[in-house]
């Protein structure tokens, strides 16, 4: 299988109550950003189009927290507290899945990038 052919990786939170699946390749490229919240919870973004992702069950059981400009969207599951997806402010209309929610077995190869959201406007630039 080549690097731009996707399948299907199914992840969630840590209870359960929340599944998706998401469309991305084997061979994840993912960023690891400095910025408060996702250096203090470990997040590996892999942000992929809306349409590539699929919430199967949870909707019911996610919280909504929004801070800074507010343009960012992080659900969280209301009874494990963990944050498997959200709509991030850099791409609106996509999804920023948490690469460490996704459920093992699919995915072949992790690259970290590092991207420098301590500093988000200046970086945001090489995001495209």
Same mark, same amino acid.
């Given at each position: 299988?080549?690097?731009?052919?996707?399948?299907?990786?199914?992840?969630?939170?840590?209870?359960?109550?929340?599944?998706?699946?998401?469309?991305?390749?084997?061979?994840?490229?993912?960023?690891?950003?400095?910025?408060?919240?996702?250096?203090?919870?470990?997040?590996?973004?892999?942000?992929?189009?809306?349409?590539?992702?699929?919430?199967?069950?949870?909707?019911?059981?996610?919280?909504?927290?929004?801070?800074?400009?507010?343009?960012?969207?992080?659900?969280?599951?209301?009874?494990?507290?963990?944050?498997?997806?959200?709509?991030?402010? #850099?791409?609106?209309? #996509?999804?920023?899945?948490?690469? =460490?929610?996704?459920?093992?077995?699919?995915?072949?190869?992790?690259?970290?990038?590092?991207?420098?959201?301590?500093?988000?406007?200046?970086? =945001?630039?090489?995001?495209?």
């Amino acid at each position: 299988m080549d690097e731009t052919t996707n399948v299907v990786h199914r992840g969630g939170c840590h209870c359960g109550r929340v599944a998706f699946e998401v469309e991305a390749p084997e061979r994840l490229s993912v960023l690891e950003c400095n910025c408060s919240i996702c250096r203090m919870t470990g997040y590996l973004h892999l942000i992929v189009p809306r349409e590539r992702f699929r919430l199967l069950q949870g909707e019911g059981e996610l919280a909504e927290y929004r801070f800074g400009t507010g343009a960012a969207r992080h659900y969280f599951c209301r009874h494990c507290g963990i944050k498997s997806f959200y709509v991030p402010r #850099s791409h609106p209309d #996509s999804i920023s899945v948490h690469a =460490r929610c996704l459920q093992p077995g699919t995915v072949s190869a992790l690259e970290i990038r590092p991207f420098d959201g301590a500093n988000w406007e200046l970086a =945001r630039a090489a995001l495209g």
